[in-house]
């Protein structure tokens, strides 16, 4: 009895409710569009803020990785700045990481392959993957002999380019590709939906990090900055050594390379935690979007 009493007097609460509501039409409209849109905000946004803010990278010991970028006394950080001559001096002598690693922001004409396409492209120093933990679905990574100047030219590719322009051939491993009018051999396939925030996308990656479109090599030498700078680091050492080390690494780069144009006691090298550098400029934004849509449900 209880139990149909209790059926009964949410039938009549829901025919008021719906008698209200054809009262006001307009308002009920009004009412269901602000909600859905305040519920679909919030999912939407809270979906963006979980894999910023809340979620680790996705990649292997992501605390243990740090970005190296150069800073100008007056001026903020800045990442893309790194030398190709900074970079191997810091590769080489440094006793702070386990490993270190660059990319370069480029692009690259695919042609032979249906109608031309120009293709976003990074150049990354061989051990990138690696560094990252990242291992492609289909083939390998890059061979250290291939980012050498006489190495074999190969690519990986992203997994969108492989399912629209090769139609998700199985086979691709060991196909040729043409790039700016050179052939290269696609050797992996990146796994589908494996992001780099700190990166940006990309459809075509190279171990050439030591070229770049439309500047000679031995501009690069000369100490122009074109180059991000990523690092994991080693068991015993923290941010604070091994900032401190890189200090002491730019006085022997500075002594090294007295001329270059990242080199003097303007310029410092600083370590950062990479998650918290790649959301630092989303942060505050995302902050502001959660109570405005918050607002709006409410």
Not at 100 to 114: C, E, P, Q, Y
Request: charged letters at 15%.
């Amino acid at each position: 009895m209880a139990y149909s009493g209790l059926l009964a007097t949410v039938r009549l609460d829901l025919k008021y409710a719906l008698r209200m509501l054809l009262k006001s039409p307009v308002f009920s409209l009004a009412a269901v569009l602000t909600l859905a849109l305040g519920i679909g905000g919030n999912t939407a946004i809270f979906t963006v803020t979980n894999a910023l803010l809340l979620k680790s990278l996705p990649y292997r010991n992501p605390n243990q990785l740090v970005m190296l970028n150069i800073e100008r006394r007056g001026e903020s950080a800045t990442e893309g700045d790194v030398s190709l001559n900074r970079y191997e001096l810091i590769r080489d002598r440094n006793h702070s990481f386990s490993g270190v690693a660059v990319w370069a922001i480029d692009s690259s004409d695919l042609t032979g392959r249906g109608e031309p396409t120009q293709l976003p492209m990074v150049r990354v120093s061989p051990n990138f993957f690696t560094l990252l933990g990242v291992s492609p679905q289909v083939g390998r990574s890059f061979l250290a002999e291939e980012g050498q100047p006489a190495g074999k030219p190969v690519v990986i590719i992203s997994d969108t380019l492989w399912r629209s322009r090769f139609g998700g051939d199985p086979a691709i491993v060991g196909q040729a590709v043409t790039l700016d009018a050179m052939p290269y051999t696609i050797i992996g396939v990146l796994p589908a939906g494996i992001q780099f925030p700190f990166i940006g996308p990309a459809d075509v990656w190279s171990p050439r990090y030591f070229e770049l479109s439309f500047m000679t090599p031995e501009h690069l030498r000369a100490g122009v900055g074109y180059l991000s700078g990523i690092a994991r680091l080693a068991p015993h050492a923290s941010i604070n050594s091994a900032a401190a080390e890189m200090n002491v690494l730019h006085q022997q780069y500075s002594r090294q390379f007295p001329k270059a144009p990242d080199a003097g006691p303007n310029i410092s090298l600083i370590v950062g935690n990479l998650q918290e550098l790649t959301v630092a400029n989303v942060h505050a934004l995302l902050v502001m979007l959660s109570l405005a849509v918050g607002l709006v449900l409410l």
